[in-house]
C-alpha cells in the first residue's frame, strides 16, 4: 500500500500490547498500519525470553512466550493491517484536522490516530570490552539466541551472571556439546532456583572469569579468558561465544516526541490518551496519571482494547463505547491467517 495513504490507526512497536492493539483496532473496523523497529515481532518476549513458561495469561495454565507470540501475531493479521517491519518512528506529529505524521528511519506514514506501544524502548545488548568482538559479532559471538537448534551439538561459552545467561546455559546444555559459563564474580543476580540447577548440571562453570580475546579467521574458534583474581589467562575452543551481560532499552528517541511524560514513560488518562489529543499510548511506554503502572502483558493487553475503542469512538461519534467479538461474523482468516503486507 502507498505510504500516502491516510490509515484509521497507526500503532508503533510491534511488541505483544501493540500486536493485540493492531488485532482490536482491526476487529473494530479500523484500518490500520503496524511500524516495529526491528526485524522481529513479539517485543520483550521474542527478544528476552521466547522459551520461558508464562503462567499469567488469561485462559492458559502455562505457555511457551514464542507460542503467545504466534498466536498473538496471527490474531493480529486477522483484519489484514499493513505490517512494516525494520522501520524505527523517529517522530510523530498532528498536522491539520484530525491527521497524524509519523516519520520513520524509511519514510512518512499518515493516520488518523497513533497508538504508542514502543515498550520500554529500543533495546541494545550491552556488550563487553574484549579483543577480536566486534570481529566475529554474527560470526561465533551472538548476543540473542533466536534458535536454541543453531546451537546443536556445538562448544559453547556463555559470559554473564544474570537470568538470561544462567536460562540459557540451562536449556543450551542439553542442545549443544558442551557449554562453558564465565561469571566475573561468585554471586549470581540470576534466580537462586535456576543458580542451584546450574551447579547439579552439567555445565562448566568457571568464576571471577571474564572474556580477554576471541580468536578465529572466518569465525570464533577460541577465547580467552582471564582470572580476575589470579590474572592467569586459559584458552579454550569454542564454536560459539554467548555474550548474555543484559540489554539497555532506550527511550531517548520517545522522548523526542514532544510528548508530556514522566521518568516512567508518556503521561496518559484513563482512556490512555496522552496530552496530544489523538495520540494513545498502551503497555510499558504508558504511565497512567491516575493509578500505579504495572508491566505486565495482562495489563498491556486491557490498555490497548481501551485505546483502541476511544480511537473508534474518535473518529466515528456514532459508534458503540465497546462490541463483543461474537458479534462479528468469523472470518475464513482464522483458520489460515493472511500474510500482512510486509513493505
Ligand atoms: C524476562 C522478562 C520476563 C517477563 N515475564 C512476564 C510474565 O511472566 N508476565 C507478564 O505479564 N509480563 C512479563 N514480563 C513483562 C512483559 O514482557 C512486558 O510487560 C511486555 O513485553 C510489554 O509489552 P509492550 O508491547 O508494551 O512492549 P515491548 O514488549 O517492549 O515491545 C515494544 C516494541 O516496540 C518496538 N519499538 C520500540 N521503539 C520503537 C520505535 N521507535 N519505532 C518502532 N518500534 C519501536 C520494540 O522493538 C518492541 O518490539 C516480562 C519481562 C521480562 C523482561
Known sequence: MAQEEVYDVIVLGGGPVGLFATYYAGFRGMSVKLIEATEDL?????????????????????SVGSEIVKSLVMQAR??????????KALSVSRLAGQKFEVVTDRGRHFARS??????????????????GIPQFEGKGVFYYVKDPARFKGRKLLIVGGGDTAVDWALHLK?????????HRREVFRAHEKSVEALSRSN?????????????????????????????????MDVDDVLVLVGYKADLSIVKQWGLA???????????????????????????PKAGFRQNLLVVGF???????????????????????????EPTSKAASPPEATVR
Open 114 to 131: 497513533i497508538i504508542i506501544c514502543t515498550g520500554i524502548g529500543a533495546f541494545t545488548p550491552n556488550k563487553v570490552e574484549a579483543v
Open 174 to 182: 542439553d542442545v549443544a556439546s558442551s557449554v562453558t559459563l564465565i
Open 302 to 328: 486491557g490498555q490497548a482494547a481501551t485505546a483502541a475503542n476511544r480511537v473508534k469512538k474518535l473518529l466515528d461519534p456514532a459508534a458503540s463505547t465497546f462490541e463483543h467479538s461474537t458479534l462479528r
Open 203 to 235: 555445565v562448566t562453570l568457571k568464576l571471577f572469569c571474564v572474556l580477554k580475546e576471541v580468536k578465529g579467521t572466518d569465525w570464533a574458534r577460541r577465547a580467552v579468558i582471564t582470572n580476575v583474581q589470579t590474572n592467569a589467562d586459559e584458552e
Open 42 to 62: 513479539g517485543g520483550q518476549i521474542s527478544l528476552l525470553y521466547p522459551d520461558k513458561y508464562i503462567y499469567d495469561m488469561p485462559g492458559f495454565y502455562e
Open 261 to 287: 511524560m514522566d521518568a516512567r514513560g508518556i503521561l496518559v488518562d484513563d482512556m490512555l490518551e496522552t496530552n496530544v489529543p489523538g495520540i494513545f499510548a498502551a503497555g510499558d511506554v504508558a504511565s
Open 78 to 87: 486477522r483484519y489484514d493491517p499493513a505490517v512494516c517491519l525494520g522501520e
